[in-house]
């Protein structure tokens, strides 16, 4: 064997032991309420704070897992790129191990983020972008959008839907679509299964979100990640993927039209809200926000769950991991308009063969030359055709470079000169 075959055993063989060192981390299912905490919060008209009990979790396995790999690592850029997803999955093993407490809080931010950290810009914040969002949908309050009149939508029929897109873009590799009496979530993806809560109401839309982020992204990703045959860690989600997995799913909806001003509302809530708890707010005065936003008890209950599981109910240490599904937005549009603008078109299908990080795009290239990494056999439909998205950041490019600010003052004056209109 020569030293290159030596370098690509041993490469597989890291990307190996991670792998098997992710398998014991399972963040969402670890952090996840029963049904009784719910009914027991009503029932005490949702005056007092939930009571939970979080399984143990022993990090040891994982953590010898990754000693075992890290004795294996060199100096070279494709070990620093192993390092860092090692360090991913230790911080993820820890946070486990501390739930309840405030140093689950702690590594929650090291591995997510939090609102007030910077953009890649150095000034901009994912909790800017959330008070913008919120600040500019009120004031569309009153006009007439062209929706449809409010409607619930059942599971029943979101899961029909779901069932012949997959059935269209997988095929036999389709995954099974159940409808589920309890879930965490309105509904969750795997690569053999996409779960949808039997209680949840849906837009109209939402079947087509669904669609397109569940999926379009989470279940091509992970299938794609699974058919990695010498780099298994590709299959594995862990929280070093998030910002970019979250960010390719509420891209996929933005470039496709499914999104909507609630869904993007909601994701601004999300961010609003953790940075409430992290201020001091409790469990009770995140629902009552929710609350007053929303109107629904049950849909208050579980915003704010998203926000406490795991962390201190009294306040001081949410889990952020919410923050990053707006933030991953701003990071892969900024990534996707950043390849048009160096013609480097040939970047767009790398993002899709597994579970990975923007910043891992370097080495991925490398490992591809190298054999190791397959090309992405499922595809988003706006990536298998490329033409719109990149004649929108074509046009995009273009855009950025104008003088905004003479722009808008240009037309602050004409619209400030006009009545409003009531139609």
């Known amino acids: 064997m020569n030293k290159i075959e030596i370098e690509k055993a041993r490469i597989c063989q890291i990307s190996s032991i991670l792998y098997s060192a992710s398998q014991p981390i399972r963040i969402l299912s670890h952090l996840e309420w029963s049904s009784d905490v719910k009914r027991q919060f009503f029932a005490n008209k949702a005056k007092e704070l939930p009571a939970i009990n979080y399984p143990v979790f022993d990090p040891n396995k994982t953590l ?57 810009d150095g000034k901009s914040t994912p909790l800017e972008l959330a008070n913008i969002f919120d600040k500019k949908i009120s004031s569309y309050a009153g006009y007439d959008f062209g929706a449809p009149p409010p409607m619930c939508y059942l599971a029943s029929g979101i899961a029909e839907q779901m069932e012949v897109a997959v059935k269209e873009m997988f095929g036999n590799d389709a995954p099974k679509v159940q409808v589920v009496d309890e879930l965490s979530a309105n509904a969750l993806a795997s690569p053999k299964l996409i779960r949808i809560r039997k209680t949840a109401c849906f837009t109209d839309l939402d079947a087509q979100q669904l669609i397109n982020h569940e999926a379009h992204i989470h279940v091509a990703t992970s299938i794609n990640g699974l058919n990695q045959q010498h780099l298994k860690i590709l299959a594995a989600g862990h929280p070093g993927t998030t910002k970019t997995q979250e960010g390719l799913a509420v891209f996929s909806e933005y470039i496709t039209n499914s999104i909507d001003l609630d869904r993007l509302r909601r994701l601004a809530d999300r961010i609003i809200a953790i ?59 900024n990534f996707l308009k950043a390849a048009a603008v160096n013609g480097r078109a040939d970047c767009l299908k790398l993002l899709f063969c597994g579970k990975l990080d923007i910043e891992d795009i370097p080495v991925l290239y490398k490992l ?3 054999g190791l990494c397959q090309p992405a056999k499922y595809l988003p439909p706006w990536i298998k055709d490329a033409r719109y998205l990149l004649a929108y950041l074509t046009c995009s ?27």
């Not at 070279?76 to 860092?84: C, I, P, T, V």
């Not at 490019?397 to 139609?423: G, R, V």
């Open 368 to 370: 591809e030359a190298m």
């Open 275 to 333: 940075q409430m708890a992290i201020e001091g707010a409790d469990f009770l005065d995140v629902y009552h926000y929710f609350l007053n936003r929303i109107g629904s008890e049950s849909q208050a209950y579980e915003n704010s769950r998203r926000v406490f599981r795991g962390g201190v109910l009294t306040g001081g240490a949410p889990f952020t991991k919410d923050g990053v599904y707006l933030e991953g937005l701003i990071r892969v549009h």
């Open 64 to 120: 010898a897992l990754l000693a075992e790999a890290r004795a294996l690592m060199g100096n070279s850029d494709l070990d620093n790129w192993l390092a860092r997803i090692a360090n991913k999955l230790e911080n993820a093993a820890f946070m486990m191990a501390f739930v309840g407490t405030k140093k689950f809080y702690e590594f929650s931010v090291t591995l997510y983020g939090k609102p007030t950290n910077h953009f890649v």
């Open 397 to 423: 490019e273009f855009l950025n470079k104008m003088d905004i600010d003479k722009i808008y003052q240009h037309y602050d004056e004409l619209l400030h000169s006009i009545p409003k209109s009531s139609i």
